[in-house]
């Protein structure tokens, strides 16, 4: 009999393919679920027969939830809460990124080494002693504590993606700067500054994600005063006498969402580019 010949890289990109699928559909799911949800009449969200495209789409509930007590105020906070974190992560983290990449100094490799372990610890394992230092210092419900937090969990991975990419622009752009009349600060602005763009934005938009997403340490250092909580607390109780709204709880997620999705869209590409870059430098 004749052997039928198999095209096994053919057949490996069929098997990649499909797992890749799989995992999108897992991945996606949930976030489509959200977002049909929220436009289901309520009656239909209680049906015991799940439909998986609303029958008559209706924005009742996103107005139910934009009008709903403290909404915009919340929003505010975690907006003021988040910008101000991944501004001072920059800040902090782009000088030194360019100094352990650029510059030779005593307890460099130290420093790079508390880098690395600040980044792979478990930060909710941090709660307590965090929340501790608060109480005492009497910062509990007050928004600098939280921007504080955010910017400290924040900071290591900028420093560290942005290390790479301050690896990956030439030295020689630099030293012709340098040549030419530009000090050391001159030339860091003029020629390495403007290359890290991509870079730039993509470690803002993860530390974006990272500090509008957080829960716990919102959670447990807004105790008091309701009106500097975050977002995703005031989502964790959006109740009513009767229970759970589920789709006015629906479409407050998806509302909060969409800041991110919009960000990530718009610089979809230069994100792209960053992540690839910051992978393979440094």
Not at 81 to 88: G, H, I, K, N, Y
Not at 134 to 152: E, G, I, K, Q
Request: proline letters at 6%.
């Amino acid at each position: 009999m004749r052997r039928v010949a198999f095209n096994r890289p053919a057949l490996n990109r069929v098997v990649l393919n499909t797992a890749a699928l799989g995992v999108l559909a897992v991945s996606v799911f949930p976030v489509y679920w959200m977002v049909i949800t929220a436009f289901k009449p309520t009656v239909d969200i209680l049906t015991e027969t799940p439909a998986f495209w609303p029958a008559r789409p209706t924005l009742d509930h996103f107005a139910t939830a934009v009008n709903a007590a403290g909404f915009w105020t919340f929003w505010r906070n975690s907006l003021a809460v988040t910008v101000s974190a991944v501004l001072l992560a920059l800040a902090v983290a782009l000088p030194s990124a360019f100094a352990v990449a650029r510059l030779r100094w005593s307890g460099r490799r130290g420093f790079i080494l508390m880098v690395f372990v600040a980044q792979t610890a478990p930060w909710s394992a941090l709660l307590v002693p965090v929340y501790i230092i608060a109480r005492d210092a009497d910062m509990l419900d007050r928004l600098p504590t939280l921007t504080l937090v955010y910017f400290v969990t924040t900071l290591p991975f900028t420093i560290v993606t942005l290390r790479g990419f301050i690896a990956g622009v030439p030295r020689e752009l630099e030293e012709a700067a340098l040549m030419d009349g530009c000090g050391r600060a001159e030339a860091f602005r003029r020629v390495v500054l403007p290359l890290l763009a991509p870079g730039l934005m993509s470690t803002s938009l993860f530390g974006f994600i990272t500090a509008w997403n957080e829960f716990a340490f919102a959670n447990a250092l807004m105790i008091k005063d309701q009106g500097d909580r975050t977002l995703p607390i005031w989502l964790s109780g959006f109740s009513n006498v009767f229970g759970t709204d589920w789709g006015a709880t629906m479409a407050a997620a998806t509302l909060f969402m969409l800041p991110v999705l919009l960000v990530f869209l718009v610089l979809q590409r230069r994100v792209s580019a960053g992540m690839i870059a910051g992978a393979v430098k440094g």
